[in-house]
């Protein structure tokens, strides 16, 4: 774990509370906290089985990722988690209200077919009267959904071995977040339980949702802190399910991280999306990896951060923006890097959202590469390319 000076708290007693708060004073920390409120609200929906059926819905036109999937959802859960966030940030740092984007829009439409903007407002009353529109006369759930996304985390509650900088070198004039309220949306739905594989991770299941938090340099593009939380980690019969969340830090001088230093993983493992094409995987086979695959873009590439595999390795176009940002600025603060698959254009860059410009204009078009380790990146780019070059002349 690689952690930054002046996190610990006193033991005294004294003012525990309020040093824990202080722990996480910063932007990262901010989003830290708010990841944590976020899968606070992802578990309560979940656990409803009426609150989830009733608001999965599909996305149609720009919004869908239609090179992923034939038909593309969200449920109330993505909506809420995401505004619920852009709400955390902003309150904390109002200077970033406009600069907080995120995979979905704010619309949910209800059983009477209206549309709904989901708004978290100032008082849980406020909050109350605009889920209670979306949840039709389920004031129940919405009145549990709207506290539940006031609800206020300390430091002390995460699931976290150390917590970020209290001191951050950013301006925030030059900051862009991008958010993934809920990454692996059909695991989500699908609610399965799978037990871990061979290679110590898990390939499908509520294990591979993860919410991702990614701030970025609106100048240069470049990934500079991250927040993954990982919602349903551990199912004990009775408490029901826990998460756990890692964050990063790297602005340019200095890289910390909650991530683990030793690692002792399969060096030759590469995880890719259950999408990928076979000849992919056939030319990362022959060149003697191992070839997995599992669900959810953040869950891979956090795996790759943990040390759990050597590379993560995608040739098509169905990541974005909001999928890879706050894994890549992990990987960037651990000494490794994501750059595109299919061209020789280097790391991965991040924009701000472009008005009008739907999902395709955040489109990791290119695929991706992660690793920890630059050095299996080129290797892995290489070897693609080449096999890639051999299918364009054999065909
Ligand atoms: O659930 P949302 O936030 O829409 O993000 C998706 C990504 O955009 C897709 O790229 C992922 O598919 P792959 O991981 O199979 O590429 C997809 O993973 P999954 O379908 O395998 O769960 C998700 O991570
Ligand atoms: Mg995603
Ligand atoms: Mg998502």
Not at 8 to 32: E, I, K, V
Not at 112 to 140: H, M
Not at 186 to 194: K, L, T
Request: proline share 3%; hydrophobic share 35%; with cysteine.
């Amino acid at each position: 774990m690689s952690s930054s000076d002046g996190m610990t708290c006193s033991s005294d007693g004294g003012d525990t509370a309020a040093c824990h708060r202080r722990q996480c004073s910063g932007l990262t920390g901010c989003a830290l906290l708010a990841s944590e409120a976020a899968a606070h609200v992802a578990r309560l929906c979940r656990s409803n089985p009426r609150l989830l059926s009733m608001l999965i819905q599909e996305k149609c036109g720009d919004d869908a990722n239609s090179s992923r999937f034939t038909h593309d959802f969200k449920t109330l859960a993505d909506v809420l988690v995401q505004r619920l966030v852009a709400k955390r940030i902003g309150q904390q740092f109002p200077e970033l209200e406009e600069s907080v984007y995120g995979e979905e829009n704010d619309t949910i439409q209800n059983n009477k077919g209206e549309d709904v903007t989901i708004q978290v407002g100032e008082t849980v009353e406020e909050t109350f009267q605009c889920l209670s529109k979306a949840l039709g006369d389920d004031l129940d759930s919405a009145k549990s959904l709207a506290e539940s996304a006031h609800k206020e985390f300390e430091a002390k509650d995460l699931n976290v071995d150390c917590y970020p900088p209290e001191e951050e070198n950013l301006d925030l004039e030059k900051i862009g977040i991008w958010i993934d309220p809920i990454d692996s949306t059909n695991e989500y739905i699908n609610g399965n339980v799978n037990s871990i594989n061979e290679y110590g991770f898990h390939s499908s299941g509520l294990h591979c949702v993860t919410i991702n938090i990614g701030l970025f340099d609106k100048h240069s593009g470049k990934p500079i802190a991250g927040v993954i939380n990982q919602p349903f980690f551990e199912f004990d019969p009775v408490k029901g399910w826990s998460g756990r969340c890692y964050w990063a830090y790297c602005d340019g001088q200095k890289s910390l991280n909650s991530l683990p230093e030793f690692i002792s993983c399969n060096q030759e493992l590469v995880v890719t999306s259950n999408s990928e094409t076979d000849e992919a995987k056939a030319a990362l086979q022959r060149s003697g990896y191992t070839v997995a695959t599992a669900s959810g873009a953040g869950y891979k590439m956090l795996c790759v951060a943990l040390g759990v595999v050597k590379c993560y390795a995608l040739t098509k176009d169905s990541t974005y923006e909001w999928d890879t940002c706050a894994a890549h600025s992990m990987l960037a603060s651990q000494g490794g890097t994501a750059c595109h698959c299919r061209t020789a254009d280097g790391p991965l860059t991040y924009r701000p959202k472009i008005a009008g410009g739907g999902v395709r204009a955040h489109c990791n078009a290119a695929g991706v590469i992660a690793s920890r380790d630059p050095q299996t990146v080129d290797r892995v780019h290489a070897l693609l390319q080449s096999s890639m070059r051999l299918q364009h002349c054999s065909s």
